[in-house]
């Protein structure tokens, strides 16, 4: 028999890794002294201590641990339990993978001497959201004010409306007769009519960046997104949207949100 302190450096691991497993019932000590409390350990313990960190080396939990060693699983519990672990290890990987070309692009930007200048793209998770939408084929993007004047006049009589924004169906930049949507996002359904439709943008994740100013510098936004986008592991997924955070009479206090829904 071994005091607990003579397996660790039989073992080559710590004190408290040997109490942590015992205390969560995976390596109890082979006996405790009743007077002194001393926990001795049992050179025939070495074998199941070693499947342990085989399995925490693996990934697996202790919880997935403890239903390898007590439940007496099948080669194939076993084998499915790994196969699940080996998805989200490879999950993980693709994730640190687009991660580092992230962390690429940014260096890069440092070393134009654009970092400040530039925009900062996050991904994230946008969740449906209700929206009342007019959808149409506009002259221009510029020529889609009447659009919003409509919606607002028809949430007007229902008392509702928010913050607007605008999604964009063609798959190019178009110069004349886009496909566009305007939409007013609402927080219940209000009635349609046959033009206005109420609806749910659907939940996606999206590339998303903020541009302060005026419209007339989205170019600069839409050419950082995608550049972006292309050079992150990420592509194209659906129409982008525009969200008019805030809209003033000096076009230089706007504040808009480019999103373009992605995936890797």
Not at 47 to 63: K, T
Not at 93 to 98: G, P, T
Request: net charge negative; glycine share 8%; with cysteine.
């Amino acid at each position: 028999m071994f005091k607990i302190g003579e397996f660790s450096r039989l073992a080559q691991l710590s004190v408290s890794a040997l109490r942590y497993y015992a205390d969560r019932g995976l390596l109890p000590p082979a006996h405790i002294d009743t007077f002194s409390g001393y926990r001795y350990y049992s050179i025939d313990q070495l074998p199941r201590l070693y499947r342990i960190l085989a399995l925490r080396d693996l990934g697996l939990s202790l919880e997935q641990i403890v239903q390898v060693l007590e439940n007496d699983l099948s080669a194939e519990q076993i084998r499915g339990m790994l196969r699940l672990k080996q998805a989200e290890l490879q999950q993980q990987l693709a994730e640190e993978q687009a991660r580092l070309k992230r962390v690429s692009a940014y260096l890069r930007r440092i070393e134009q001497e654009d970092l400040m200048s530039g925009y900062d793209v996050v991904i994230k998770e946008v969740p449906a959201q209700l929206v009342a939408g007019i959808r149409q084929i506009v002259p221009s993007y510029g020529e889609m004010g009447p659009l919003y004047g409509e919606l607002y006049a028809h949430l007007g009589r229902h008392g509702a409306g928010g913050m607007n924004g605008a999604v964009y169906y063609d798959e190019e930049y178009k110069e004349h007769n886009p496909d566009v949507a305007a939409v007013v996002f609402v927080p219940e359904p209000v009635p349609a009519t046959e033009r206005i439709k109420v609806y749910e943008l659907p939940a996606c994740t999206v590339a998303s960046l903020v541009h302060h100013g005026s419209p007339d510098g989205y170019s600069d936004a839409y050419g950082a997104l995608m550049s972006w986008i292309a050079g992150s592991g990420y592509r194209i997924c659906g129409p982008n949207r525009e969200l008019y955070l805030r809209w003033e009479d000096d076009p230089n206090q706007n504040v808009t949100e480019i999103q373009f829904p992605v995936t890797r």
